[in-house]
């Protein structure tokens, strides 16, 4: 599937806004202004949009505690992200939800989710809506490779293969849970392997090729959407932040993680890929205003009011 | 008017339920019973729910309103929780209640939260029905009451009948309602008769009701208890002693105000149940009316509380455990002694 | 591995014990003296004995709902079973359990349980405990085609070997859980390639042949104490009975189950196995004692004594 | 004497326990950290715990005893039962006690019911250690305080300790108790240090603390709610109101004669408590006092709770979800002007 240039550009762009989102979240969360934790996505981009650029707002995804570059691809409001992260009355959750808890409905996002496999058995759900519906939308689910070890990942694999449901779960294996290798904790062979034994297509693919992801999802979601059922990618990748921001990374060396920056960049080797078909100016624009948008969200949050005290018990229910 | 029991009375309730919204599925274990079996007369609902509450729907509804499932409840209980963010009233079943911790996250950390995390922009309309109760010899892990617990869980609602005609108006109310709500059926009670109106009807959540009226105690009792509670009000009316029977129907929402206009009316509180010898509902109720009607309490507020061990097994352990009428009976008159 | 006559012995004798146990308790349970649930492994007993046969009482066994048949096979008195099944003060549990909870800890039955898929995480635990002291012990997990669905069965997998532990996850396939069967609900190809994908040995036997689950049991055994880590078997199975007492079976026709019966009898099967090797009239002595013992069995349980109420609260906590 | 911080003072208990028993071991997510990581240096211990609690251990007990696992709690928690039950004395680590639900069916059905299904022959030597707490901007899903959920577990035993001294004693008990024991760490209590004593020392279980005496009211407060009531109670003692405060320390058992008699010479009581708005560890204390201390009860008790919510992530919003200080004070002061 060939993309055309304005798709390389979209696809650039949701990127670049997630690296500078990210980015700059780790400037500003050495000032500890940000109450709570926060875990990047940095390293991982080319997973989130060769995802994303595949679906539609009426199409669901469920995320993790490492959720802003699924929410940024999947089309949630940039300053409306940066002001809930701030706590701020007018955040996407009014400040209620905090980093970890960023949704918005509307665009099909869930929500980032701070129980880990918390995602898949919610995705399987939203695919049951949609085989439900007819109308040929998707769910996906985005789980680490720590959250492949979950029950609930598990269970929501068997169901979704019973049941036949539009979803496709993606593991990001960035190779590592907290402070914890892939390695080491799934005891499996390959993550792709041991789901496909659950009876699904399973693929693993490098996640920090946007191109290979991108592919691969187009495959599986296109599947769904006409009724093949669910599918798997194991994709690859490695975050460039410790786990939280926090994390003094000591599970790897210094050298390690510029060696693996240098070689695993979703970025460069996006700019690498598209060379000749993208003139590399744009594509600095597209860089920089993506810095200048993440600017101008930190500063609309940091001078956004924060919420009324008085809202503390308030949207616990719909009626009560 | 008619004649329902208890998983009658659910039973209709789905039915009106499924009848008047296309939007609600069933999803559950053997809900029907018999995908994948061998009987080759494939017409066949081989379970309908292991209590056999919902017998029929099946034949009704079909494959894709009532969905069977593996045996896999926090796929079962967020999968339905994920229907219901994206546009679906599902009622997923737990079978029995006793298994909500292999499946708990998907309400406590999940459906109860997205409301409030998402700043008030979701909308979980999600009902789980699942059994409890002790007294038919089920032990340990087949007996308990945890509605406490979902009570203390902020975002969901929680209902536990005493009767079909409370059972089948609450039931199409929660499914109905656009918030997560833990549907309790005491098994004790699935087999019980009571009048019930022939057509659909909903009792809101919320509002206590008062199946005895008195003036010497108040007796706050749910589910079982609540018709325990009944037949010692009966008896003990010969006594003399005149018994209100406050049954909450709902312990979140809790009708507040019901309660403690009875025990202001009264002066005296007794409340039985089945969730817990600590930080049960009971004590929940009773922290209630030490805190905003003490000034009309005349006497000790009476617990009448289970143990603070599992259910056993065997008869007459089982029936000491059960707080049953003989020690409603004497907590009352310990009470209106006192 | 040659079995020596007083090997075949011992394990006929031990399915005899089952069947006639389980028979047993079928025609009790119509008069409707015995309270809860009972679960019958009348048709599964050469998983129990073929797996159980390699095991001393060092070594731990954690079971299901449909217990039965492993606890016998483990050791456990069959008239303290009787009289725990009819919930008397001197059953194995004192009454306070019943047929779903039966468990003997000195025997390394470490219980029946009412949880589908509670066992495996449990049996995990065994397994640590015996790796950490270095005896050469093992654990055995039995859980059901439906149990094998469960993220807590496939998180004790995984555990199982990440830790390199000395465990064994028996799937007792009968094809049905409750009325649901595992052609629908196993969403994989087969619950022993799904389990291989895991990361350790799995193999699929016929469960109604005592042999080649002995075999198979003893491979795997045998490389568990020898530090070998953990392993699967899928033992395929039928059950005699419904999924519990009342249950009307309508999975299923009669004449299937005759079919089934006639075919797949373990106790059968293994006559025509020894056939030539074991006298047939002793076979008959020791189906004929097994049904005496439980015949004793049943006339001891109905006579004794039930638990005194006063007992209702104690051996919650060793001290509180 | 020495001074340790609360995290220090729960390390010192497991490193007291694993020193003088070596069926003592560790189980959990990053207790070491640094598994299957990349760092050639394989003595490096990357993280100790998520909030460096068991920092050092996996240096001194190494890999047999320090035991970091998958992302997998129900496997934790069920493989730590199975080994208890087996002859290990297993300490297992929920890290945030809000997962507790996807894994409590190994507690609740599982190890807290072992014995008393087994008719008494099961020992269950377990310790689930975890966290707890709002305060810190973690939001709803890692701010919770489940221990009213623990509390009415039975079979299982809860501690919540509000300082170095006591968690430092109380684990070590916990740890060689014989039953199984759900260990809550407050995270806003981590840093605070007090004075504790240089060797090993246990602490009974059952038995309440008094940081504070007094003759006005008591004050029942747990964890950093215990904290925020010495501030408030030294406070008030400036404008001359003498309270009394304990911390129950150990919500099962529960210290119920302690809490009485304090209620019985005082005649007031305020209960403080993070753990929930309903059937929460506050209505259980109330419905302790209302049903045994009634008559020494001169005024409503008090309950100083939460909001019904799920704990919000801002700031503003949290410190209003809080049972703090200022909420504290306003109830005594309430309770003795009644
Ligand atoms: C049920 C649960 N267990 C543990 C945690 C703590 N925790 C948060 S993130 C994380 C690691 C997740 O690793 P992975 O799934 O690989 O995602 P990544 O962080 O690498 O994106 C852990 C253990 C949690 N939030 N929820
Ligand atoms: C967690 C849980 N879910 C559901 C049940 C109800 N239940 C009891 S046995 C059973 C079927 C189990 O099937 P399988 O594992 O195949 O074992 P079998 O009965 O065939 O031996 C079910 C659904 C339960 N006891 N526990
Ligand atoms: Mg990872
Ligand atoms: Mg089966």
Chains 1, 3 share one sequence.
């Not at chain 1, 490098?206 to 290979?212: E, H, I, K, L, R």
């Not at chain 2, 059972?167 to 109905?176: H, K, Q, V």
């Not at chain 2, 105690?217 to 005149?242: P, W």
Request: proline content about 5%.
């Amino acid at each position: 599937m060939e993309l055309s240039t304005e798709q390389l550009l979209s696809a650039f762009r949701k990127m670049s806004e997630i690296r500078a989102f990210e980015d700059r979240l780790h400037e500003e969360n050495t000032g500890g202004d940000i109450p709570g934790f926060i875990h990047l996505y940095a390293g991982e981009e080319a997973i989130a949009v060769g995802v994303c650029e595949h679906l539609t707002a009426a199409d669901s995804i469920a995320s993790t505690h490492r959720g802003h570059g699924h929410c940024i691809a999947k089309g949630c409001d940039i300053t409306g992200m940066m002001l809930e992260i701030f706590g701020r009355k007018e955040g996407l959750c009014h400040g209620k939800g905090g980093s970890m808890h960023i949704a918005d409905l509307a665009q099909g996002m869930l929500g980032a989710n701070g129980i880990v496999g918390g995602g898949p058995p919610l995705t399987v759900g939203a695919a049951l809506t949609a085989k439900y519906k007819g109308e040929g939308n998707v769910a996906v689910s985005f789980t680490g490779d720590g959250g492949s070890n979950q029950g609930l990942t598990f269970e929501a694999m068997n169901m979704a293969v019973v049941l036949q449901l539009p979803v496709l779960f993606v593991f990001e294996n960035n190779g590592m849970g907290e402070a914890t290798g892939s390695e080491f904790a799934v005891g499996a062979n390959s993550i792709a392997e041991r789901a496909g034994g659950f009876g699904l297509p399973a693929v693993s693919v490098d996640g920090s090729d946007f191109f290979a992801v991108h592919e691969a999802a187009g495959e599986a979601i296109e599947r769904a959407r006409s009724g093949g059922g669910p599918s798997v990618i194991e994709a690859t990748c490695n975050r460039f932040y410790g786990h939280f921001e926090g994390d003094q990374t000591l599970y790897r060396t210094p050298e390690q993680l510029e060696e693996m920056k240098a070689r695993t960049d979703p970025l460069t080797k996006f700019r690498e890929r598209v060379d000749g078909r993208v003139d590399g100016a744009e594509l600095d624009a597209i860089v920089e205003a993506s810095r200048q948008l993440v600017d101008e969200a930190v500063a609309t949050a940091r001078a956004a009011a924060l919420p009324d005290p008085s809202d503390v018990d308030t949207d616990v229910y719909v009626s009560y | 008017m008619t004649t329902m029991s208890f998983r009658e009375g659910i039973r209709a309730a789905l039915a009106d339920a499924m009848r008047s919204d296309s939007d609600v599925v069933l999803i559950g274990e053997d809900l029907r019973g018999g995908k994948g079996g061998t009987n080759p007369d494939t017409s066949v609902e081989a379970f309908g729910g292991v209590f056999g509450v919902t017998q029929g729907l099946w034949t009704e509804f079909g494959d894709d309103r009532v969905i069977d499932t593996p045996i896999t409840e926090s796929a079962i209980v967020g999968m339905a929780a994920g229907a219901a963010v994206t546009g679906l009233r599902p009622v997923a079943e737990l079978m029995f209640m006793d298994f909500f911790g292999v499946a708990y996250d998907m309400i406590y950390n999940q459906a109860a939260k997205f409301r409030y995390m998402f700043g008030g922009k979701a909308r979980t309309p999600l009902v789980v029905r699942g059994i409890i109760g002790a007294g038919v010899g089920a032990a340990a892990q087949h007996s308990n009451s945890p509605y406490n617990i979902f009570t203390s869980t902020a975002g969901v609602k929680v209902v536990v009948p005493s009767n079909a005609y409370d059972a089948r108006g609450l039931l199409l109310e929660a499914i109905r309602d656009d918030d997560p709500v833990l549907f309790c059926e005491h098994k004790a009670l699935y087999d019980l008769k009571v009048d019930v109106p022939e057509s659909s009807y909903t009792l809101p959540l919320g509002v206590a009701a008062y199946p005895r009226e008195g003036t010497d105690v108040t007796v706050v009792a749910l589910a079982k208890a609540a018709v325990d509670a009944i037949k010692v009000a009966d008896e003990l009316k010969e006594e003399g002693i005149s018994v209100e029977v406050v049954d909450p129907r709902t312990t979140s929402p809790l009708d507040e105000d019901g309660i403690l206009e009875s025990v202001a009316s009264t002066g005296r509180l007794v409340v039985v149940d089945e969730s817990a010898a600590r930080c049960g509902f009971a004590h929940d109720v009773a922290a209630l009316a030490a805190s905003q009607a003490f000034d009309s309490l005349k006497a000790p507020i009476q617990l009448v509380v289970p143990p603070h061990s599992p259910v056993p097994f065997s008869t007459p352990l089982e029936q000491a455990w059960l707080p049953g009428p003989e020690k409603i009976a004497a907590a009352i008159r310990a009470v209106v002694e006192a």
